[in-house]
């Protein structure tokens, strides 16, 4: 043996500890992924403009400006920007200053925000692709 070439036993250690490693990260990657912060069974529906539009991964994020009392800014979640491209949505699909209808499953904790279900503006309809 020499000190290029590890012993077996070595060699399936290093196996056991990545096999180790990669199942303990298994559910850490699925849970980013969970729609459990969302009540699923209502939908909401608001009017305001968009503040901004975040086209970013792991999930785009639509800021909304809501008139009160009391004024409100909503973060509305979508799918990740390759889901939504596959649906036809692009970079510039919503600009900021644009006024919008909104549909969306509420967080389950109550704070404005939610899971896009569809954003109208004007005649243009898109769903949200989560």
């Known amino acids: ?34 729609f459990a912060l969302f009540d699923q069974t209502q939908t909401l529906t608001i009017k305001g403009v968009v503040e901004r539009f975040a086209w970013t991964n792991p999930h785009i994020t639509i800021y909304v400006d809501v008139p009160g ?10 799918g990740s920007v390759n889901a939504l491209q596959r649906t036809g949505w692009t970079a510039n699909s919503v600009k ?16 404005p925000g939610g ?10 309809v898109l769903s949200g692709g989560g």
């Open 69 to 78: 009392p009391p004024a409100q800014r909503f973060k509305i979640e979508t």
């Open 1 to 34: 043996m020499t000190l290029l070439s590890p012993s077996p036993l070595f060699r399936q250690g290093l196996c056991l500890l990545t096999l180790i490693a990669c199942s303990a990260l298994a559910p850490v990657a699925s849970a980013h992924h969970s």
């Open 115 to 124: 899971l896009l279900v569809e954003i109208k503006m004007g005649d243009v």
């Open 96 to 111: 900021a200053g644009e006024t919008a209808e909104v549909s969306f499953k509420p967080l389950k904790n109550g704070e």
